[in-house]
């Protein structure tokens, strides 16, 4: 593990302002200290607890978890961001650092498996995954709601940070799913593919990043979650009903979501007994 900036530190900007849409500053640069700040509060952990008779202490994250369980997990694809090599790699959220799965830039994979070309000009893309059984193995089959209403809270808080630094972000949940699994070494069965959210906006006069060929399948001991873990089939055909085969899916599930209407973007007044808490103090308490 990569240990990331250590003093991310933020934006300053107050929640309420952000959160109204009429924030007006010039972008922030995306480096790697933006990039740590942004997966600190949206996937981190943000402080501890130790019994008082001693024990096992219980770390609490910056996104809330039904039962504390955490069954989110996010992976970074990127292009160089200082420190940062360009690769594929996942997030720490105890060390706050990242695990190096892939060298190289690998977005133009992305791009195709969502079929977005503007993926691979983003100058990074999160990948937002599911282990059931995190969840399930406490609320059964329920617990596929769970993983939606968790990494939906983690890109809530991504979002607004985003939109404090003044950086463009973007939510894809219609994608090729064995193409994104297959890039971050997710197997679709005991950890699932969620969502993508791209930040920041690329340089218009580099050159789009081409997407690759088929790459290997990653070759990397890992952890089972639990001896062993417990399998819920209404809950796996309930996931393989959405899934999305290959890349003439997409466009049709996204006409098919856009024909149900888009949501109207207003500015929001910000009320004058509003504090001036900053959005980084607000995600923290």
């Not at 059964?140 to 983690?154: I, K, N, P, V």
């Not at 949940?173 to 971050?184: G, K, N, P, S, Y």
Request: glycine share 10%; hydrophobic share 50%; net charge negative.
């Amino acid at each position: 593990i990569v240990a990331l900036p250590t003093d991310p530190g933020g934006s300053g900007e107050a929640a309420a302002t952000v959160l109204s849409g009429r924030l007006r500053r010039d972008p922030a640069a995306f480096d790697a200290r933006v990039l740590a700040r942004l997966l600190f509060l949206a996937a981190g952990v943000t402080r501890v607890s130790h019994p008082r008779g001693g024990g096992d202490p219980t770390w609490f994250r910056a996104a809330m978890s039904a039962g504390n369980l955490h069954p989110i997990e996010v992976y970074v694809v990127c292009d160089r961001l200082g420190e940062v090599p360009a690769g594929v790699h996942h997030f720490a959220p105890l060390e706050v650092g990242l695990t190096t799965l892939r060298e190289g830039d690998h977005r133009g994979v992305l791009a195709a498996a969502t079929v977005a070309p503007e993926v691979a000009a983003a100058p990074c893309g999160l990948v937002l995954t599911g282990i059931p059984f995190r969840t399930a193995w406490k609320y059964g089959e329920r617990g596929y709601r769970h993983l939606f209403w968790d990494a939906g809270t983690m890109v809530g808080n991504l979002l607004a940070l985003a939109e404090a630094h003044r950086l463009a972000a973007r939510v894809y949940v219609a994608f090729v799913d064995r193409a994104v699994a297959e890039l971050i070494g997710a197997d679709g069965v005991d950890e699932l593919a969620l969502a993508v959210v791209t930040i920041g906006r690329g340089d218009a006069q580099s050159p789009a990043v081409a997407a690759a060929e088929p790459i290997a399948g990653l070759d990397v001991m890992t952890a089972p979650v639990a001896p062993p873990p417990i399998r819920f089939p209404l809950l796996q055909e309930a996931h393989d009903d959405g899934r999305l085969g290959d890349a003439g899916a997409v466009p049709t599930w996204r006409a098919a979501a856009a024909s149900l209407g888009l949501p109207t973007l207003d500015e929001l007044d910000v009320p004058t007994r509003t504090g001036a808490e900053s959005l980084e103090d607000v995600i923290l308490r």
